[in-house]
């Protein structure tokens, strides 16, 4: 049923606990495909340790970027119909397969599922789920996503079929936010969402080298790409759709951009030239707060302010 694509690039130690995490699932239907990227490193000496799991190796010359090249090589690979992927520095939780596997059942008409997750940050812990589970049409989700990241690469499971006609990942010209992109291209693709409510991954974000380097976030947001072939109609949408699914997809661009200024400014990367937004127009007022902050604060300003959220959350999670 499924097919789990793990990328790996010089991740050893760190491939040992995401197979181990693999090896727990309670649902034992699955492939597993390990894809080295050329990694220089004996990582892969991890895989011996699991030979009760159905491991196949797959192996790149060259090293892609974010993993992107090294995921499309797995999909292209897999005999699985759903995909699930897992990063080398990652975790799945035991009924991470099995609670897909009981959506699934339950909504075959969907081509998208996506549990809850953590993300694990500085030694401080966020949970990012949704409160009601459900399956959402394509528009329904979109309307969600504009607002927020309701989903990650390692709560994701999606059809095979929809990743090959969505393109796979962008394997040029992007650094990081590809995975988004991807994700933008399924829903506009119109198959359903399924939302589940229960948490079964945890995003070690510690460990993301692309998440650390400032200078991945060079250009425009690759979803506001996809956003652009979208509204001009390079990328063809379903034939339902209007003038408020093309507001929905105009302000998940705008979150995106803005998303990226406010890490670029912090770093101190944000010249005064890229203040700039795709769409002005369709920015919520949320986003016109940040928008200000973005184009106001002093960046000494703005780094005193994430250091005082950072310092707020960590306390929230010794209380809980």
Request: a positive charge; glycine letters at 6%; hydrophobic letters at 45%.
């Amino acid at each position: 049923m499924f097919s789990v694509v793990i990328p790996v690039h010089n991740k050893g130690p760190l491939l040992a606990e995401a197979l181990a995490s693999v090896a727990t699932q309670i649902h034992r239907d699955f492939e597993v495909l390990v894809v080295d990227d050329a990694s220089d490193d004996d990582g892969l000496t991890a895989i011996h340790a699991f030979p009760s799991l159905p491991i196949r190796c797959l192996h790149r010359s060259t090293p892609g970027p974010a993993g992107y090249a090294a995921r499309n090589l797995g999909i292209r690979e897999a005999r699985g119909r759903w995909i699930a992927f897992l990063d080398a520095d990652d975790l799945w939780f035991p009924e991470h397969l099995s609670t897909a596997a009981g959506w699934i059942a339950r909504y075959p008409e969907a081509g998208v599922y996506c549990s809850g997750f953590e993300e694990h940050m500085g030694g401080a812990v966020k949970t990012i789920s949704v409160l009601v589970s459900r399956c959402l049409a394509a528009n329904a989700f979109l309307a969600l996503y504009a607002r927020s990241d309701l989903i990650h690469t390692n709560s994701l499971v999606i059809q095979r079929e929809l990743l090959l006609a969505c393109g796979g990942f962008p394997e040029w010209g992007a650094r990081r936010g590809g995975d988004h992109a991807l994700w933008f291209r399924c829903v506009l693709q119109g198959s359903p969402v399924i939302l589940a409510g229960q948490v079964t991954s945890r995003y070690r974000r510690d460990h993301s080298e692309v998440v650390r380097d400032p200078m991945t976030m060079t250009g425009a947001h690759p979803v506001c790409r996809v956003a652009e072939d979208a509204l001009t109609g390079r990328l063809r949408l379903p034939p339902t759709w209007g003038k408020q699914e093309e507001h929905w997809i105009r302000q998940l661009a705008n979150r995106k951009a803005l998303h990226w200024m406010l890490q670029r400014k912090r770093v101190g990367l944000l010249p005064p030239a890229a203040r700039s937004l795709p769409y002005p127009a369709d920015l919520s007022p949320r986003n016109q707060l940040r928008w200000l902050i973005v184009s106001r604060m002093p960046v000494v300003w703005l780094r005193a302010l994430y250091a005082v959220q950072a310092w707020r959350q960590a306390i929230r999670q010794r209380l809980c």
